[in-house]
């Protein structure tokens, strides 16, 4: 079981190298981020995109290009469906999002003939540690889906469940947020957290225990759930936090970056395939831990 960030490139040193292809790595951080990643020994790296421009890029860096496998593309477009086309081909294990427009590399991962569409909804996932006790926390989704529906939350757990079971947990606790602990007809997430934890219940969320509705405090805090007098196997004890919208989700990830100064790192799942899609303002240390969540689970 993964308990702590730090143990993932330990892990993952342990396995072979995989191989990262990375549409239109085009800029100064990310071959940084490449050096890097090199330099830890977490992972290798296919580069897809403006041959040339990648080529001088990795010479500034002090890299040797010919070291590189690097395939040409003359647009984003091709770079996103180059890489795409390696990983499906078994010549890369994780795909990762470079230089270019977030819609276009996604149309490319979800092209129904030549892409990498998994039997889920595409989710990302926001991985920390936990305030109280030992262990990871994931929020999710805290990047991608707005204002998702109920069948799309339960996908959205689905995914998450499942990294969590890739990382050693094997029936993740899942704590469903709102802004309360009761049910309140007035406040649609609520009632999806009531339906959510009754269909783990009965089968229809499998390998997790969910509950809800939990307030933010009750669902990570042990101190907190025992004031407010909430049992139950998940209060103060969740291992998953659902969120209710990208606006929620997106505070979370960046209140832990910059308020709490928490380690983190983001999982792309619901693809066939692990994909690393980090932000440019996400720190190196998260992008790297972004990247050893992805190899360790390829």
Do not use: W
């Amino acid at each position: 079981m993964i308990l702590s960030l730090n143990d993932l490139y330990d892990a993952v040193r342990g396995k072979a190298i995989k191989k990262i292809a990375i549409a239109t790595p085009e800029d100064e951080g990310i071959i940084k981020l490449v050096k890097n990643t090199m330099e830890i020994g977490i992972a290798a790296f296919i580069l897809v995109g403006d041959a040339g421009k990648i080529s001088a890029l990795l010479r500034k860096e002090g890299l040797d290009d010919s070291a590189f496998e690097i395939h040409h593309a003359d647009s984003h477009k091709a770079a996103a469906e180059k890489a795409v086309c390696l990983v499906v081909e078994g010549k890369a294990t994780v795909l990762m999002k470079g230089e270019l427009h977030t819609s276009i590399f996604l149309k490319a991962v979800l092209d129904k003939e030549r892409g990498v569409r998994g039997g889920n909804l595409i989710s990302q996932i926001t991985i920390t540690e936990k305030v109280e006790g030992e262990g990871l926390l994931m929020f999710t989704d805290c990047a991608m889906n707005i204002s998702p529906t109920l069948e799309e939350k339960k996908q959205i757990i689905e995914n998450a469940v499942g990294l969590a079971i890739k990382l050693g947990y094997d029936k993740p606790k899942v704590a469903v947020l709102s802004a309360v602990e009761l049910v309140n007809p007035a406040m649609p997430d609520t009632l999806d957290a009531a339906v959510l934890s009754k269909m783990a219940d009965r089968g229809q969320i499998e390998h997790a225990v969910v509950d809800g509705p939990f307030a933010l405090d009750n669902a990570i805090s042990l101190v907190a759930a025992k004031q407010k007098k909430i049992g139950g196997d998940v209060a103060g004890k969740a291992d998953i936090v659902l969120v209710p919208n990208l606006q929620v989700g997106n505070v979370i990830h960046k209140g832990l970056t910059y308020l709490a100064n928490k380690k983190i790192a983001a999982a792309v799942m619901g693809a066939k395939v692990p994909i690393v899609m980090t932000s440019r303002a996400d720190t190196t240390d998260t992008k790297l831990y972004s990247i050893a969540i992805a190899t360790y689970i390829s």
